[in-house]
């Protein structure tokens, strides 16, 4: 694959094979990004688990201690006395079976749902459309709630939602370029702590396999971690 010249001049920067410390690893990281926009930094970790039994498919979700530096727009998906507390909460839209006729042509002017259980059996039927997208609410993630108000404010203060993939991989956005290092580590150290707590316990040996970080089109560095 051909590199451009500022790829090659960030690769430069540090070596491509040595696991570096979180801080380090967070500052090379900025320095790498390749990109004249604020560039999203995400994490990837390969866990040593198999996603084919149900009790190693890791999902959930949190609050990162510094936020994602991504505004996202919320729709709420609910009934009755719920759509005003949605609104009142801060939700960039709120309805109810109508809204959904919107997404089944073609509408997707949000980047997530939030939903009440009791409009969960209508959400159901959209599963062909929200499910490859990643948009299905779910109670793991938080975001199949009676406490609309609450899972609003969360999403909008920086919830991250993670879930590893068939190949065994969590990948996820802790921040943006434009932060400073201390700040992503904080969100790479949260996330982290979280993802060894869901250790199934089918797990033996290391659990963390590799940790990455890197930047919209920027080279992966890798990350020295323990405790795993």
């Not at 560039?39 to 498919?57: I, T």
């Not at 201690?65 to 909460?89: D, F, M």
Request: with cysteine.
């Amino acid at each position: 694959m051909k590199r451009s010249k500022s790829y090659k001049n960030a690769l430069s920067l540090y070596e491509k094979t040595k696991k570096y410390p979180v801080a380090e690893a967070c500052e090379l990281v900025k320095k790498t990004s390749t990109v004249k926009y604020d560039a999203q930094v995400r994490v990837s970790f390969k866990l040593n688990v198999d996603p084919r039994h149900a009790e190693q498919q890791i999902r959930g979700a949190m609050v990162l201690p510094n936020g994602t530096g991504r505004s996202q727009k919320v729709l709420v998906v609910t009934q009755g006395p719920n759509i005003e507390v949605a609104k009142t909460a801060g939700a960039d839209y709120v309805g109810d079976k109508e809204i959904l006729e919107k997404i089944k042509g073609g509408w997707f002017d949000f980047d997530v749902i939030v939903a009440t259980p009791d409009m969960m059996g209508e959400l159901g039927k959209l599963g062909k459309i929200l499910g490859p997208k990643g948009l299905m609410p779910n109670p793991k993630t938080g975001t199949v709630t009676q406490n609309i108000a609450g899972a609003v404010e969360e999403i909008k203060k920086g919830k991250v939602t993670y879930r590893v993939d068939k190949d065994g991989n969590i990948n996820c956005l802790i921040g943006k370029t434009s932060f400073e290092t201390k700040a992503l580590e904080e969100n790479f150290n949260a996330l982290y702590q979280q993802i060894l707590k869901a250790r199934p316990a089918a797990v033996k040996g290391q659990y963390v396999l590799g940790t990455t970080l890197s930047s919209n089109m920027g080279p992966g560095v890798r990350v020295e971690v323990s405790n795993n």
